[in-house]
C-alpha cells in the first residue's frame, strides 16, 4: 500500500475534468501512470498514455498494479469490479458516498481475487519523490517532502495539514496513506500501521484519526508492540452522538466510536496522542529523541531551502 | 434514515414475507377506538418515534378496551415520549409469546461483510447485553459469495428449540437486508407463539443514505431528522451544517478538518458555533456556507480553514469573498489557507478583503477565540 516509483497505475475515468487534471499531476511528479479507462475512447490515446474499453483490456495490452477510480458512485460497483477480475494488486477508491451494500460487495471480490482496497473516499496514497495515486497535492513542496515520517489518516484535508506540519518541522514523509472516511475501508488504520512497520523507509508514524469505529482502537493494539514512535491526532472531541460528522464513518453510535475509547486505547499503547495538529511534529521529535539513534540514516534538514526560509521568517 | 416502527413492518418485513402482527397505524384517539375494535379484542398501543426502550418510557402500553386505547393514545398524543412529539400510534393485537428471540443483521467494519447477530435473551437491549452477558450473542459473519443458506443459519439457530422456524426467518431478513440497502436490520424482540410459528414484534430498520437514489420507496418513508431550521436550509443547498451552541463560527474543507477546527476553538478555550464542512465536490459551494454560518444569531467571529487537497482553495476562497461582499457581515474573520491553490486564494483574501490569512491554523483559531470573547 506504499506507492512506488515502478509501480505501474491505470487510471479508471482518466478523461474526465478530475481524472485528467490529476492524471496530469500524477505523471508529473514521476508516477508511472501506465494507460486510462474509458469505453467511449479505447484506442485514443490521453495525456500521453493509452485509453482503454476496460481494466481488464488494459491488463491484457500491459501489465499494471493499481488502478485508481475517478468514478462516480452509482457506477462505482462495475469499475471497482472490472478492476479486481482484472488482476489489480491494489485498488485505491476515491468515490465517496458508494452504498455500502455495493462496498460489501467489492470487498467480498477483492477477498477473492487477492485485491487490496484502499478507500472508499480516500483521497489516495503519496510517496513523495516516488509519485502519488489520488488527489493529494502532492505537488506542492510546502507539504509533501521526502523524508522518514509515515502518515495514515482517513481525512485528506486534515493529512495535507499534517504532510504540512511535519514539512514545516524538517520532517517531510516517508509515504501518506489515505486509507478514507468510509464507514468499511478496504484498508484499516492498523493495516497501514503495520505496513508503515515494516518499511524501512520509515523512522516513526503518525495517525491522524477521527471518531466512529474502532480502527484507532484495534491500531493501538499492534502500536503498543512497535519500536518506531507512533504519534496521533483524533478529529471529533466535540462531536455530537448520533451525528454523522462530514463523513460517513465519522458518527458516534450508543457507546462505539467515542473520542475517549480511542484516545485511552492509544496512550494506554504508549502512543502520544496530541490536543493540536500543532503538536504534531515535537511528539514525533520527542519520540525520535528518546528511542536513540535511528536504525537508518536520518536527515532533519529539508532538501528545499524555500522551506527553512518559510521556517525562519516564522521564528 | 431510520423508518418508524410502522414503516418498516409493512415496507420492509411484511415485503420479505416475515411474519407480522395485524395493526392499524392510527392519528387520533377516535381512530384508536376504531382500530381497537377492528382488531377484536386486546390490543397493544405502541407510540411511532424514532427511538429504542419505548416500553421503559410508557411508549408501549396494553389495552383490554376500546375506551383504554383511545385513552392511552391521547396520554401519548399529548406528552411527548423520550422527548420525541408523537404523530402517530401503531395497534397492534395482542399475542400469545412463548418465547422472545433476537435477530438482526448490520455491516462489520473489521470484517468488512454483514454479520447476522442472534440471541435467545429477546427483548433486551443489544448494547446492553453485549456489556453484561456478551456470550448470551451468537455472530456469524456471511460469506457474500454464499449468503445465508440452511447451513449458515443452522449453525446460528440449530441448538434452540424453535430452529425450525428460526432458519427459514435469518435467511429472509439477511435478503431483505440486501435487497433493501439496510445499514441495520434489527427485529427485537421477535415472538415464537405456542404453535410455533414466529411473529415479529418489533423492527428498527436503517437506510444507507448513501443508497437513498435506488430507494425512493423507503427514504420517503424515512422519519425526518431532528434538525434546527438552519439545518434544514442547509440540507437543502447539499451541505453538512449541524449547528452547535457556541459563539465562533467556523468553515473548512472536508470532514477531518473541519472537527479539527472545531475541536481547536473548544482546546484553545472558545465554543465553536457550528459544524460546516465543504469538503468533496461541495467546495465549489463556499458562498452558500458562508452565508448559512452567518445566520447563527448570536455568531461573534468566523475563522475560515483551508487545506486544499482535492478540494481547490481559490474556488473556496472566491465564494467566502463573494458572500462577504454581499453580506458586509459586522464580525471579525480569520483565516488560514494551505494546499491546491493556496497562492491564488490567499493573493485574493488579501486584495479583495484586505485581510492576511495566518500561516498556523491554529493562530487563526486563537485570533478568532479572543474576538469572540
Known amino acids: ?315 | 434514515m431510520n423508518l418508524l416502527e410502522h414503516a418498516a413492518k409493512d415496507l420492509v418485513l411484511r415485503k420479505a414475507a416475515i411474519p407480522i402482527p395485524r395493526g392499524i397505524l392510527c392519528h387520533t384517539p377516535a381512530e384508536t377506538a376504531a382500530a381497537f375494535q377492528a382488531l377484536g379484542g386486546g390490543c397493544v398501543v405502541k407510540a411511532q418515534i424514532p427511538a429504542g426502550k419505548r416500553g421503559d418510557a410508557g411508549g408501549i402500553r396494553f389495552a383490554e378496551t376500546a375506551a383504554r386505547a383511545a385513552e392511552i393514545a391521547r396520554a401519548m398524543f399529548d406528552e411527548p415520549v423520550q422527548e420525541h412529539r408523537v404523530d402517530s400510534v401503531l395497534i397492534e393485537e395482542k399475542v400469545a409469546i412463548a418465547k422472545e428471540y433476537y435477530v438482526s443483521v448490520l455491516a462489520d467494519a473489521s470484517a468488512r461483510a454483514p454479520v447476522v447477530l442472534f440471541s435467545e435473551e429477546g427483548g433486551s437491549d443489544i448494547e446492553e447485553l453485549a456489556a453484561s452477558n456478551p456470550a448470551a450473542i451468537r455472530r456469524a459473519v456471511v460469506d457474500l459469495s454464499r449468503g445465508v443458506g440452511e447451513v449458515e443459519a443452522d449453525a446460528l439457530v440449530g441448538e434452540t428449540p424453535h430452529a425450525a422456524a428460526l432458519r427459514p426467518l435469518l435467511m429472509k431478513l439477511f435478503e431483505a437486508f440486501r435487497a433493501n440497502d439496510a445499514e441495520l436490520l434489527e427485529i427485537n424482540p421477535l415472538a415464537m407463539l405456542a404453535d410455533g410459528s414466529a411473529v415479529a414484534l418489533d423492527c428498527k430498520f436503517t437506510l444507507d443514505a448513501a443508497a437513498a437514489y435506488r430507494q425512493p420507496e423507503l427514504a420517503k418513508a424515512a422519519a425526518p431528522e431532528r434538525m434546527t431550521a438552519l439545518e434544514c436550509s442547509a440540507r437543502e443547498a447539499g451541505l453538512t451544517y449541524i449547528e452547535l451552541e457556541g459563539n465562533v463560527a467556523l468553515l473548512a474543507n472536508g470532514a477531518g478538518l473541519t472537527m479539527t477546527t472545531m475541536d481547536t476553538v473548544s482546546t484553545l478555550g472558545g465554543q465553536p458555533a457550528n459544524f460546516q464542512e465543504i469538503g468533496g465536490e461541495a467546495y465549489t459551494k463556499a458562498e452558500t456556507a458562508l452565508k448559512v454560518v452567518l445566520a447563527k444569531p448570536g455568531v461573534r467571529s468566523l475563522v475560515v480553514n483551508f487545506c486544499g487537497a482535492f478540494a481547490r482553495t481559490d474556488v473556496m476562497a472566491e465564494g467566502v469573498v463573494a458572500a462577504w461582499e454581499t453580506l458586509k457581515p459586522d464580525v471579525p474573520v480569520f483565516f488560514s489557507i494551505h494546499g491546491t491553490g493556496d497562492d491564488k486564494a490567499i493573493a485574493l483574501v488579501r486584495e479583495r478583503l484586505g485581510l492576511e490569512p495566518f500561516d498556523v491554523m491554529e493562530d487563526a483559531v486563537h485570533a478568532a477565540v479572543e474576538a469572540a470573547r
Open chain 1, 1 to 315: 500500500m506504499i506507492l512506488r516509483k515502478q509501480t505501474r497505475v491505470l487510471v479508471q475515468g482518466i478523461t474526465g475534468k478530475q481524472g485528467s487534471f490529476w492524471s496530469g499531476k500524477m505523471i508529473a511528479c514521476g508516477t508511472s501512470v501506465a494507460g486510462g479507462v474509458n469505453p467511449k475512447r479505447a484506442g485514443t490515446e490521453h495525456l500521453g498514455v493509452p485509453v482503454y474499453a476496460s481494466a481488464r483490456a488494459a491488463m491484457d495490452a500491459q501489465a499494471f498494479d493499481l488502478a485508481l477510480m475517478f468514478i462516480p458512485p452509482a457506477a462505482a460497483k462495475n469499475a471497482a469490479l472490472d478492476a479486481i477480475e482484472a488482476g489489480a494488486k491494489t485498488l485505491v477508491v476515491l468515490t465517496e458516498h458508494i452504498p455500502l451494500q455495493d462496498v460489501l460487495f467489492l470487498h467480498a471480490a477483492a477477498k477473492a481475487n487477492g485485491t487490496r482496497i484502499i478507500g472508499p473516499n480516500t483521497a489516495g496514497i503519496v510517496t513523495p519523490g516516488e509519485g502519488f495515486a489520488g488527489i493529494m497535492p502532492a505537488d506542492n513542496p510546502r507539504i509533501f517532502q521526502r523524508g522518514r515520517v509515515g502518515v495514515i489518516s482517513r481525512s485528506g484535508s486534515l493529512g495535507t495539514l499534517v504532510c504540512l506540519n511535519l514539512t514545516r518541522a524538517a520532517f517531510g514523509q516517508s509515504a501518506f496513506i489515505g486509507i478514507g472516511g468510509d464507514p468499511i475501508p478496504g484498508t484499516s488504520t492498523r493495516e497501514a500501521l503495520e505496513a508503515l512497520d515494516r518499511d524501512n523507509n520509515t523512522d516513526a508514524v503518525v495517525i491522524v484519526g477521527e471518531i466512529g469505529g474502532t480502527m484507532e482502537e484495534e491500531a493501538a493494539g499492534y502500536a503498543a508492540g512497535m519500536k518506531k514512535p507512533v504519534v496521533a491526532f483524533i478529529a471529533g472531541r466535540l462531536a455530537p452522538p448520533h451525528k454523522k460528522m462530514g463523513h460517513a464513518g465519522a458518527i458516534i453510535a450508543g457507546n462505539r466510536g467515542t473520542y475517549a475509547s480511542k484516545r485511552s486505547a492509544l496512550e494506554a499503547a504508549g502512543v502520544t496522542v496530541a490536543n493540536m495538529p500543532r503538536e504534531i511534529a515535537e511528539a514525533i521529535r520527542a519520540g525520535l529523541a528518546e528511542q536513540g539513534p535511528p536504525r537508518s540514516e536520518f536527515s532533519a534538514t529539508p532538501k528545499d531551502g524555500s522551506i527553512t526560509q518559510r521556517e525562519e521568517d516564522r521564528s
